[in-house]
């Protein structure tokens, strides 16, 4: 949110475009993109000296891996923008306004899927009415993304006479992206559900 904030405010000098906020906050997520690796071979390892079955054990791994993409996809975004903002590009403004504010949009219900995310994994194996619950609402908080997305990519497909081909690319590959980490969060929480049901909770 803040890196999308401060790309927006500013001119094409770096010194009045955002650029340090914007590279603090990319370094602080590749700094937990790292910590997300390190704790992902971590949990892969006590998995492998485990005594569950295969079938849960594939699951636990597959719940790691989409988690840890959470964060690959987070990190791929942050350095997309941090790298325009370098090299501001020859866009439309107008189009680069509104499609900044559904970009905000977009990273919001991603924040509040997280939220919810982050709530399940606590209280799995404990509630599970409650988690079922809060897989629903991460379910529909994705599919309330696709309806931006999608609309996102209407107006891009449609503006494409306005933007030169790296433009055009950049808004493609960032909106994707934004909306890979939506779908991942999704997926992570059906396998919290999976597992829980295996294991009987």
């Known amino acids: 949110m803040k890196i999308l904030s401060s790309s ?29 690796d390190k704790i992902t071979q971590s949990f892969e390892e006590m998995l ?8 849960i054990e594939y699951d636990f791994g597959r719940l790691a891996d989409n988690v840890d993409s959470i964060l690959d996809r987070a990190h791929a975004l942050s350095r997309q923008l941090r790298r325009v903002t370098r090299r501001p590009l020859r866009e439309a403004k107008e189009f680069d306004t509104a499609n900044r504010k559904e970009m905000i949009h977009l990273v919001q219900i ?33 599919e309330e993304g696709d309806d931006v997305k999608d609309a996102m990519l209407d107006e891009l497909y449609g503006s494409w006479e306005k933007l030169d081909y790296a433009s055009f690319h950049n808004y493609l590959e960032t909106t994707i992206e934004a909306d890979d980490i939506l779908d991942l969060c999704e ?4 396998l919290v559900i999976t597992v829980m049901k295996a294991l009987g909770a």
């Open 48 to 55: 492998g000296r485990g005594s569950i079955t295969a079938s």
């Open 110 to 142: 991603g924040l509040t899927q997280l939220r919810a995310f982050r709530k399940l994994l606590t209280i799995a194996g404990t509630n599970r009415n409650q988690a079922i619950e809060l897989a629903r609402e991460i379910e529909q908080l994705e």
């Open 8 to 36: 927006g405010n500013g001119t094409s000098s770096g010194s009045h475009n955002g650029l340090h906020d914007i590279e603090i906050c990319t370094e602080r997520i590749n700094i937990l993109e790292k910590m997300g």
């Open 187 to 190: 997926d992570a929480s059906d």
